[in-house]
């Protein structure tokens, strides 16, 4: 289990801090699941959201599908996140290719995203 007073872990309440400084809704699903809206409920067919999970020293945007994404670590996550909660208004299952394509996402494979997903 890491060391959660280790410099290399992201502090996840300093991200949602700035989501929300940015307009998204956040809620902490568990410790290292951030769920991230455009309102909440989350999960209405009013409200656009997914989860964010740092793993292996990346950041990770996973939607309800659930298909995941690795985030470019040259790319800010708060940047990357609402640019994809701002693709729709509606929960996405996967992102729009225009966006994984400008933001040089990563879209996992199953096995891939089996870490992310269980742990």
Known sequence: MANEDDPLIPDYHKVA???RQNGAKTHFQNQHQLVVATAFPYGSTASNSFWLR????????????PT??????????????????????????ELPEEIVDRLHLQRLTNDEAKPILLE
């Open 17 to 19: 801090e700035e989501l």
């Open 54 to 65: 740092f793993h292996n020293g990346s950041w990770h945007l996973v939607t309800w599908a």
């Open 68 to 93: 995941a994404y690795r985030i470019p670590r040259s790319l800010s996550v708060v940047q990357a996140t609402m640019t994809c909660l701002r693709a729709s208004t509606t929960t996405l299952w």
